[in-house]
């Protein structure tokens, strides 16, 4: 027997969950350090880290107990690290914690995620919207005149600004009202980064929502059931864009993620 919307939400949710709360997921996230040239400590790890053109590089002893992923002994000298953007890219580990090399903007820093993090362990599920139908609705996407990707320069959730690559607008309506929103494509079909008049109150200041791949048409659909928290409502720690321009809806979205519950 096929699923019914309202279970494959449920499905959804439950795994939204499990990822989020999983022993190396957002809510074990401690810290992302930011790296220079410099050889520099890190707070709680062994050694001195740094950058250079090719990636994260530490130095630590075996000792240490500095695990590469893929590699059988503790790291005794220098290793390289390549960051996320890279195709190649590693990860380590020192004891339970996982260390995670990324790069935004061409900044490289080392991100922390530890299985006891007091987010995590306070953490008791996520609230959100019941599932609605209504809030399942046909879209429409439309890139740019010039077919090009745009960077749209937005704050990010450390306070900092930083360019936003955007490539269409999705046109669609919804409780009576004619919207667009600006999208980018994604791995798997389009995203955004939405806020409404719930934000900030029922809900947390914004959420990121996903459409399957648009047809040759350009038809998808915009399931705002599934409008979900971004990484930084589980963990300070995380870079998030807040909404380019023209994606604040003046209506309420009462649907989907809410907030994150502690206990």
């Not at 963990?235 to 998030?240: K, L, N, S, V």
Request: aromatic share 8%.
């Amino acid at each position: 027997m096929t699923a019914t919307a309202a279970e494959e939400w449920k499905h959804w949710s439950d795994r939204r969950t499990a990822t989020v709360s999983a022993p190396h997921g957002q809510l074990a996230l401690t810290g992302t350090y930011w790296l220079g040239p410099e050889p520099a400590e890190i707070p709680g790890l062994p050694g001195a880290w740094w950058t250079d053109a090719e990636g994260v590089r530490a130095r630590a002893a075996t000792a240490d107990g500095l695990l590469v992923a893929g590699e059988a002994a503790p790291v005794d000298g220098e290793v390289l690290l390549r960051p996320d953007t890279d195709p190649a890219a590693d990860t380590a580990t020192l004891g339970e914690l996982l260390l995670v090399p990324i790069e935004r903007e061409g900044e490289l820093a080392l991100r922390v995620f530890d299985p006891a993090a007091p987010r995590r362990e306070s953490f008791a599920g996520i609230s959100a919207y019941p599932y609605s139908p209504e809030w399942a609705v046909p879209a429409v996407f439309t890139p740019f005149d010039d077919g090009q990707a745009q960077a749209v320069v937005v704050p990010n959730a450390d306070g900092r600004e930083r360019p936003l690559t955007v490539t269409g607008r999705i046109a669609f309506t919804v409780a009576g009202e004619h919207r667009t929103l600006t999208v980018s494509r994604s791995a798997n079909g389009l995203s955004g980064v939405i806020a409404d008049a719930t934000s900030g109150r029922d809900t947390y200041r914004f959420r990121f929502v996903t459409l399957p791949a648009p047809d040759e048409d350009g038809r998808t659909v915009l399931d705002l059931n599934r409008a979900f928290l971004p990484p930084c409502a589980f963990a300070d720690h995380f870079i998030c864009p807040f909404p380019p321009p023209g994606n604040r809806l003046d209506f309420a979205v009462e649907a989907g993620e809410k907030q994150v519950l502690t206990r």
